[in-house]
């Protein structure tokens, strides 16, 4: 698989989740992440996904060593966006020392459709994480490492390995990596739009006018 380019990813990393979102239903692509919440980290964050999947049971079910939180550890990397589907379950994947380690690899962020735990560390570490639950419960026992690097479901959005994934304090989105360069370029004039329309209203630009003008929002007023 090729490595996307560092002036892709920075361009990528200049885009908003909403303007990506707004893209990508331009297109009719599926990729806006529901019901996964920002727990630690700050701004915006961009990089390919490197996908895991957890499968859940009841304390005991499993040895400890399923739970094989050390792999997905070693998965991470600058970046990779870990992505693990724990099936929505509200048991930890993630926790204090898991992510103290992964943002020591300066892993970009990580991602759970399940839980997380430790959140005052997981925050004090630095590391970009959101996940759909945060609980006390252990994976340990609980949890089995079923594999890596197959397609898993990050809320409701199909995610395959080398995807891409953007992520803000609005929400996170998925490119598929073969659309990439498609939804980046209609991305990339929605902005255009968006900043002509700011700066009319920064000029004192009434917004309906603003919006009109730039084609964000046609006057129906004006259209007779």
Not at 49 to 54: E, L, P, S, W, Y
Not at 191 to 212: I, N, S
Request: hydrophobic fraction near 45%; charge should be neutral; glycine fraction near 12%.
């Amino acid at each position: 698989m090729e490595v996307l380019s560092p002036e892709l990813l920075a361009r990528c990393a200049a885009i908003a989740s909403s303007t990506w979102s707004d893209a990508l239903d331009t297109l009719g692509i599926e990729g806006v992440v529901r019901g996964i919440t920002q727990r630690a980290g700050q701004g915006r964050i961009v990089g390919e996904a490197v996908t895991a999947r957890h499968v859940s049971g009841k304390l005991g079910d499993f040895d400890k060593a399923d739970f094989a939180v050390g792999r997905l550890v070693a998965a991470t990397a600058p970046g990779k966006v870990l992505v693990v589907d724990v099936g929505g379950q509200a048991i930890s994947t993630f926790g204090g020392i898991a992510s103290t380690a992964a943002a020591m690899r300066g892993a970009t962020a990580v991602l759970i459709d399940g839980a997380c735990r430790d959140v005052d560390e997981i925050r004090a570490a630095g590391l970009w994480l959101a996940s759909r639950h945060v609980s006390p419960v252990t994976g340990k026992t609980r949890l089995r490492l079923q594999e890596m690097g197959a397609p898993v479901v990050l809320g409701g959005v199909r995610v395959q390995q080398g995807d891409v994934v953007i992520g803000d304090d609005t929400g996170i989105v998925v490119v598929p990596r073969g659309q990439i360069q498609r939804v980046l370029e209609a991305a990339e004039e929605l902005l255009e739009v968006d900043e002509r329309v700011e700066k009319g209203v920064r000029a004192g630009v009434p917004f309906a006018e603003a919006a009109a003008k730039a084609g964000y929002i046609p006057n129906k007023t004006s259209q007779g």
